[in-house]
């Protein structure tokens, strides 16, 4: 999972201008997304707003794929979510994780369980959907993150840029 937490780096990259949370940040196959639903699904953070909304249009561009090739990861993502819960309930959150998330909860008005829930879950399908769908590109990940990881990286970069150029009719980032 190395490659994942390297493309969540490389997305907090970016600055970006203020914008309402009620503004739209992207549409993605006719569904409008908010700047509210951006900043729940990643960070309530201003600067890196542009990245994160890419983010989420790359996660509901790579789960559209999936379901065009037949794939149904619901039960999948509904065991990983249940696993991660239990066992971040046994452990303690780490202080500087749980500040992120009490930051969050408390700008959406939720609890924090609820929040670190709802993005468990979040994360959890954008993850699962994104290995299924490098893995029909390049088979085990795994093994060729561990032969030659920049190599690696590159490819999968390189398949997220294929992606969004492929579907660049079908979705339109307002953020920038």
């Known amino acids: 999972m190395r490659w994942f937490i390297g493309i969540m780096a490389m997305l907090t990259l970016m600055g970006c201008n203020s914008y309402d949370d009620d503004e739209r940040a992207a ?3 006719g569904e409008d997304l908010l700047v509210e639903d951006v900043k729940y699904r990643t960070s309530i953070g201003e600067d ?3 990245q994160n909304t890419r983010y989420v249009v790359q996660s509901k561009l790579v789960q559209h794929e999936n379901r065009e090739a037949g794939l149904d990861l619901q039960e999948e993502v509904n065991n990983e979510v249940e696993q991660q819960l239990t066992h971040v309930n046994n452990e303690p959150l780490p202080e500087d994780v749980k500040q992120f998330y009490e930051e969050q909860a408390e700008y959406f008005n939720v609890e924090i369980e609820t929040y670190y829930a709802d993005l468990t879950e979040a994360n959890t399908e954008f993850q699962i959907h ?5 893995e029909r590109h ?3 990940i795994e093994e060729l993150n561990r032969k030659d990881p920049e190599y690696a990286a590159e490819q999968m970069e390189g ?3 294929d992606l969004m150029e492929r579907h660049e009719k079908y979705f339109e980032i307002y953020i920038d």
């Open 130 to 134: 994104l290995r299924h769908y490098l």
């Open 27 to 29: 549409t993605v196959y």
């Open 159 to 161: 398949a997220m840029v």
């Open 138 to 140: 390049f088979g085990d």
């Open 48 to 50: 890196e707003l542009k």
